[in-house]
């Protein structure tokens, strides 16, 4: 089953304020892309006189939302989340709170010695500026060694997760089943980032692998294949509604030769079963656990978080 929702996010691009022949799927410098993209629309039954804006996309999310959420209301579906919001990539975020809180000893202690010098001469006073005087030595090679670990340490960054499907457990950190990349078309830059996306999450994982995958209304083969062909980074990419690219595309190669090359992509990447439909996204939320069994025990982040800080403190 497509989505629902798929064609009522579809429409041609305006221009002065005037509808255009341009679908809102498609590179209006691209006639292969427009061609393709005026027969889906053609199949989903979209009125060429039909205009939409440019927000296609952010609606898009919200559809996606608004549709599952109510199919598993024990999860939690959200829209732009951190992964380091997750169970599995809580550890990524100490050293960015540690880059960002972490403040050099150095001007405090200065203070405390200015107040020292001070006082008047006594053996408490001696002792006083002794003190002080190795603790300015061992927090200056603690200084130095925060230095260095914040020039050498690496600076890995996630990109925010367009919709999450996580598990939410009192005293637990939420725990990711399925992340989507929402992108109601694609670009290059837009597919590579979709890939470089899975990989990070791939590696960077202490814990089960989430279900990563890409949902898109893009109509063109080519765009798809980058996403689809890559080989562990993304899961399946879940089209809007598969069934009238399907038809869209078998009219449009019934026009071409017999080796026309976005044709022979699509029908590879159906055959590898790399490319799904929306009732397939569908099943895979169904089939979350009613529960994760959690890989960390219960409040073991929270409990390690809050003794690091209490240590601070002291």
Same mark, same amino acid.
């Given at each position: 089953?497509?989505?629902p929702?798929?064609?009522?996010?579809?429409?041609?691009?305006?221009?002065?304020?005037q509808?255009?022949?341009?679908?809102?799927?498609?590179?209006?410098?691209? !006639?292969?892309?427009?061609?393709?993209?005026?027969?889906?629309? $053609?199949?989903?039954g979209?009125?060429?006189?039909?205009?939409?804006?440019?927000?296609?996309?952010?609606?898009? *999310?919200?559809?996606?939302?608004q549709?599952?959420?109510?199919?598993?209301?024990?999860?939690?579906?959200?829209?732009?989340?951190?992964? =380091?919001?997750?169970?599995?990539?809580?550890?990524?975020?100490?050293?960015?709170?540690?880059?960002?809180?972490?403040?050099?000893?150095?001007? $405090?202690?200065?203070?405390?010695?200015?107040?020292?010098?001070?006082?008047?001469?006594?053996?408490?006073?001696?002792?006083?500026?002794?003190?002080?005087?190795?603790?300015t &030595?061992?927090?200056? *090679?603690?200084?130095?060694? @925060?230095?260095?670990?914040?020039?050498?340490?690496?600076? *890995? $960054?996630?990109?925010?997760?367009?919709?999450?499907?996580?598990?939410?457990?009192?005293?637990?950190?939420?725990?990711?089943?399925?992340?989507?990349?929402s992108?109601?078309?694609?670009?290059?830059?837009?597919?590579?980032?979709?890939?470089?996306?899975? @990989?990070?999450?791939?590696s960077?994982?202490?814990?089960?692998?989430?279900?990563?995958?890409?949902?898109?209304?893009?109509?063109?083969?080519?765009?798809?294949?980058?996403?689809?062909?890559?080989?562990?980074?993304?899961?399946?990419?879940?089209?809007?509604?598969?069934?009238? =690219?399907?038809?869209?595309?078998?009219?449009v190669? $019934?026009?071409? !030769?017999?080796?026309?090359?976005?044709?022979?992509?699509?029908?590879?990447?159906?055959?590898?079963?790399?490319?799904?439909d929306?009732?397939?996204?569908?099943?895979?939320?169904q089939?979350? !656990?009613?529960?994760?069994?959690s890989?960390?025990p219960?409040? &073991?982040?929270?409990?390690?978080?809050?003794?690091?800080?209490?240590?601070?403190?002291?």
């Open positions: 089953m497509p989505a929702f798929a064609a009522s996010l579809c429409g041609f691009r305006s221009k002065n304020g509808v255009t022949a341009n679908p809102n799927t498609s590179d209006a410098n691209d !006639p292969g892309s427009v061609e393709l993209g005026q027969a889906l629309f $053609s199949e989903l979209v009125p060429s006189e039909k205009m939409v804006g440019k927000d296609a996309g952010a609606r898009m *999310e919200e559809a996606i939302q549709h599952l959420q109510p199919l598993r209301p024990d999860l939690a579906i959200c829209r732009s989340r951190s992964a =380091l919001e997750f169970e599995q990539y809580a550890h990524l975020r100490v050293f960015p709170e540690y880059v960002s809180k972490h403040r050099e000893a150095a001007p $405090s202690l200065e203070q405390l010695q200015k107040i020292a010098d001070q006082l008047p001469a006594s053996v408490a006073t001696s002792h006083l500026k002794k003190g002080l005087a190795k603790a &030595a061992e927090f200056a *090679e603690q200084d130095r060694m @925060s230095a260095r670990l914040k020039l050498y340490m690496p600076e *890995e $960054s996630l990109l925010k997760l367009d919709l999450t499907c996580a598990s939410v457990d009192e005293g637990r950190e939420s725990f990711l089943h399925l992340g989507l990349s992108k109601w078309s694609l670009r290059t830059d837009r597919a590579q980032d979709c890939v470089s996306q899975g @990989s990070k999450l791939a960077q994982r202490r814990g089960p692998m989430p279900h990563y995958a890409v949902i898109t209304m893009e109509p063109r083969p080519a765009m798809l294949k980058i996403i689809a062909d890559q080989s562990g980074s993304v899961d399946y990419v879940y089209h809007l509604d598969l069934p009238a =690219l399907i038809r869209a595309m078998k009219r190669k $019934s026009g071409k !030769p017999a080796n026309w090359s976005p044709g022979l992509t699509f029908d590879r990447l159906l055959k590898q079963g790399r490319i799904r929306y009732d397939e996204l569908v099943s895979a939320v089939a979350i !656990p009613d529960r994760a069994n890989t960390i219960q409040g &073991a982040i929270t409990e390690a978080e809050e003794a690091a800080g209490g240590s601070e403190e002291q």
